[in-house]
């Protein structure tokens, strides 16, 4: 393990364009819950009957309780020494660009520049039914919020399971990966699509591939360098 940390942190550095790819699992040190593997939030709530549209459309006051929940939870943790290693790295290499699954905002916080927000942003919100969008940090925010553009109910500006991505975000990240020399993959399951398409499109386009992960992945086979381990304790290695 010591050696392939070794050869990664060389790769890392010595790149000229370095795209990292995060998901749940670099926040999960921070204290928030991931989605899948060990500790996911899976163990008490049933996520994909509450991120989707169906969901909302259902029982929209169930939907906002765990949005509540989930923003009370983020606005008491932090970034961790992960984050900071990225931040760290966005200012020695030449170019650098940040794509994440992650809602948290914790990359923003930790002071990471170049991001691209794949899913969204856990403090806006958006109207379910006309184009109003907008920042909002209220802790709880108090149902039913109601959109003062048109009167519709408004909802996390995130992407659900079942959704779309924001095409143009979508088509920035794919064009990071396509160009990049290497990319680093930090705690993502890679199940959830398009997000995980990346990886595989960052190989047919000849960067070398790094993971970093606790546990092996969909995407381990294609990887060049697969470390085990907790993200917090390992990105810090390659500064
Ligand atoms: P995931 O929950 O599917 O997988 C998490 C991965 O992180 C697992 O492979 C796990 O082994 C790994 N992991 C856990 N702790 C780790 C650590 N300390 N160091 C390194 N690896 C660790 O996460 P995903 O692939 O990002 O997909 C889940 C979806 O849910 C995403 O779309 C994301 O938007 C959303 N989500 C976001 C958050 C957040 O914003 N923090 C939290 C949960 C889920
Ligand atoms: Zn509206």
Request: charged content about 25%; glycine content about 8%.
């Amino acid at each position: 393990m010591e050696e392939l940390i070794e050869e990664a942190r060389k790769r890392v550095l010595g790149s000229k364009r370095l795209v990292a790819l995060t998901g749940a699992g670099i926040s999960a040190e921070s204290g928030v819950p991931t989605f899948r593997g060990k500790g996911g939030i899976w163990q008490r709530y049933k996520v994909t009957d509450l991120a989707t549209p169906h969901a909302f459309a259902k029982d929209p006051r169930l939907v906002w309780e765990f949005y509540n929940w989930r923003r009370d939870l983020i606005s008491k943790v932090t970034y961790n020494p992960a984050h900071k290693a990225l931040v760290d790295l966005e200012k020695i290499v030449p170019h650098f660009a940040l794509i994440t699954q992650n809602i948290d905002d914790l990359h923003r916080k930790a002071g990471s520049k170049n991001l691209i927000e794949l899913h969204g942003n856990i403090w806006w919100v958006k109207c379910s039914k006309c184009d109003y969008k907008a920042k909002d940090k209220r802790v709880p925010i108090p149902f039913p919020p109601i959109c003062p553009k048109c009167g519709g109910m408004l909802r996390p500006d995130v992407v659900w399971f079942g959704e779309f991505l924001d095409m143009d975000t979508l088509n920035m990240a794919v064009s990071e990966v396509e160009k990049a020399d290497t990319i680093l993959v930090v705690g993502t399951s890679a199940v959830v699509q398009p997000a995980a398409s990346l990886i595989g499109i960052g190989k047919k386009s000849g960067a070398f591939l790094i993971e970093v992960n606790l546990e092996p992945t969909e995407a381990t086979p294609i990887f060049d360098i697969s470390i085990r381990g907790r993200a917090g304790e390992i990105l810090p290695r390659f500064i």
